[in-house]
């Protein structure tokens, strides 16, 4: 039988990685990216608007836990890249598995639509020319990412200065002029650390403030000279409630507590919300180049006043608060994601529709790149009919369950609601879901997905 015509949405890390996988199944794919290049978030100055790296953006996970299985990075490469190293790893790997001839550059999916006897009926346009095109496939897989529409926080009252999310911040001096000015960052993620960081250059006479809702726990990205997540894996064997216990106890050999710097004391215990990476803000607040404050009370002109009672005048404001899981190509009553909540099947299939696979909308401690990879390889035994998921019913009692084993101590933020394991995903995919897969497929006899077109 024919084996279906499948449109990948995307050319970031998760497309390349499931058309990379698609390729050496067999499986005939283009490709839709509506940039001039592939690297998604990793393309800095990407002319689709979203990329979020900043011009100083190192990677917070080292290359050690980063690399996919097939493609080591470079050895030469130092323990935590800069942006530019992992877009040229990105681009080699397009290039040594041939991916470019299936990629169809600045042509976006504008709108998906699913035919009522199955199968998908796309409209691109092309970014420079403004022409569409409209084509049908079997096969419709998303891999647009999730860290591409900002997310403001949503404050009393109104703010008079300059404001901007981080996703639109490149350096001191783009977009805006941020010398000799009074600052206020909000959030603690990584973006604020490393914004922040630059920022509070005495340098740039800057004075900054620092505010938290939640606060978190400030790990560091080194341990006795080495990159510290080389000592983190969880053990799949183990109750993952065991491991986040011993974590909780030694974490407090990290120094990752933000009380010792000035920082609200967490409401959430360790690895109950994603902590932040970063060497550099502890001493910037223990240096006094940066103002602690918690969370924001209210906001009137240039003074925003804060939850302790106390105020301050700013002159910027920028928000480092997050994204939206967002689809701009399907219609919102079809499929949408309110407060970032969508239910996926081992965060790939959604119950109900078996020609629509999802890859990458996870936030993967300790990273995203074997992740994705991982969900490629179940994406492409789908497109086969090597892999047959369970009964729909099942599906959605096995999505509860993964939530509570993932989720299910977490705080409960948008940020937390697609926060996983990577290393007890990959081994339950590995050991029980791909060969489960594989005996269901045998058992019916008939690929899942027999291809609707000649």
């Known amino acids: 039988m024919?084996?279906?015509?499948?449109?990948?949405?995307?050319?970031?890390?998760?497309?390349?990685?499931?058309?990379?996988?698609?390729?050496?199944?067999?499986?005939?794919?283009?490709?839709?990216?509506?940039?001039?290049?592939?690297?998604?978030?990793?393309?800095?100055?990407n002319p689709n608007g979203h990329s979020s790296s900043y011009q100083s953006l190192h990677i917070?996970?080292?290359?050690?836990?980063?690399?996919?299985?097939?493609?080591?990075?470079?050895?030469?490469?130092?323990?935590?890249?800069?942006?530019?190293?992992?877009?040229?790893?990105?681009?080699?790997?397009a290039d040594a598995f041939g991916l470019r001839e299936g990629i169809e550059?600045?042509?976006?999916?504008?709108?998906?639509?699913?035919?009522?006897?199955?199968?998908?009926?796309?409209?691109?346009?092309?970014?420079?020319?403004?022409?569409?095109?409209?084509?049908?496939?079997?096969?419709?897989?998303?891999?647009?990412?999730?860290?591409?529409?900002?997310?403001?926080?949503?404050?009393?009252?109104?703010?008079?200065?300059?404001?901007i999310h981080s996703h639109h911040y490149i350096d001191p001096w783009t977009p805006l002029h941020l010398m000799d000015r009074r600052i206020l960052v909000v959030g603690l993620g990584n973006s604020a650390?490393?914004?922040?960081?630059?920022?509070?250059?005495?340098?740039?006479?800057?004075?900054?403030?620092?505010?938290?809702?939640?606060?978190?726990?400030?790990?560091?990205?080194?341990?006795?000279g080495k990159a510290a997540d080389m000592n983190y894996r969880t053990i799949p064997q183990i109750p993952l409630s065991w491991q986040r216990k011993a974590a909780q106890w030694g974490q407090r050999f990290t120094y990752s507590d933000p009380t010792l710097y000035?920082?609200?004391?967490?409401?959430?215990?360790?690895?109950?919300?994603?902590?932040?990476?970063s060497g550099e803000l502890p001493l910037r607040l223990k240096s006094g180049d940066v103002t602690p404050k918690g969370d924001v009370a209210r906001l009137d002109g240039e003074t925003v006043h804060f939850?302790?009672?106390?105020?301050?005048?700013?002159?910027?404001?920028?928000?480092?608060?997050?994204?939206?899981?967002?689809f701009p190509f399907f219609d919102p009553e079809f499929l949408s994601a309110p407060d970032n909540r969508i239910d996926l099947y081992k965060r790939i299939i959604k119950p109900g529709l078996d020609d629509l696979l999802f890859v990458g909308f996870a936030q993967a401690t300790p990273t995203l790149f074997p992740f994705v990879e991982c969900q490629a390889r179940l994406v492409a035994a789908y497109a086969v009919g090597e892999y047959v998921p369970p009964s729909v019913d099942e599906m959605r009692r096995v999505i509860r369950a993964d939530d509570e084993l993932y989720m299910g101590h977490m705080l409960d933020r948008p940020r937390h609601t697609h926060q996983l394991d990577y290393f007890v995903y990959e081994h339950q995919m590995r050991t029980k879901e791909l060969p489960a897969g594989r005996r269901r497929a045998q058992a019916?006899?008939?690929?899942?997905?027999?291809?609707?077109?000649?």
């Not at 000035?262 to 990476?277: D, R, V, Y």
Request: charge should be negative; glycine fraction near 10%; avoid cysteine.
């Open 60 to 93: 917070d996970t080292s290359k050690h836990q980063l690399s996919f299985r097939d493609f080591p990075m470079p050895e030469d490469y130092p323990d935590f890249p800069h942006h530019t190293l992992i877009k040229q790893y990105l681009d080699a790997y």
């Open 193 to 224: 650390a490393d914004i922040t960081v630059e920022l509070s250059q005495r340098a740039l006479r800057n004075e900054v403030t620092l505010s938290t809702r939640s606060s978190a726990w400030i790990v560091p990205k080194l341990i006795g």
């Open 105 to 163: 550059f600045e042509n976006g999916v504008e709108h998906a639509e699913r035919l009522p006897g199955g199968g998908w009926e796309l409209t691109t346009r092309h970014r420079r020319t403004g022409q569409t095109e409209t084509r049908r496939f079997d096969l419709l897989v998303v891999a647009n990412g999730h860290h591409w529409d900002p997310r403001t926080a949503d404050f009393p009252g109104e703010f008079t200065g300059e404001t």
């Open 307 to 326: 939850e302790d009672g106390t105020s301050a005048d700013f002159d910027v404001i920028i928000y480092a608060t997050g994204y939206n899981l967002t």
């Open 262 to 277: 000035g920082l609200p004391a967490p409401n959430h215990k360790f690895f109950e919300a994603h902590p932040t990476q």
């Open 444 to 454: 019916q006899g008939v690929p899942v997905l027999a291809g609707r077109s000649s």
């Open 2 to 45: 024919a084996r279906p015509r499948t449109a990948v949405i995307g050319a970031g890390i998760s497309g390349l990685t499931t058309s990379k996988m698609l390729e050496d199944y067999g499986v005939p794919w283009t490709t839709f990216e509506s940039s001039d290049r592939v690297g998604g978030n990793w393309a800095f100055g």
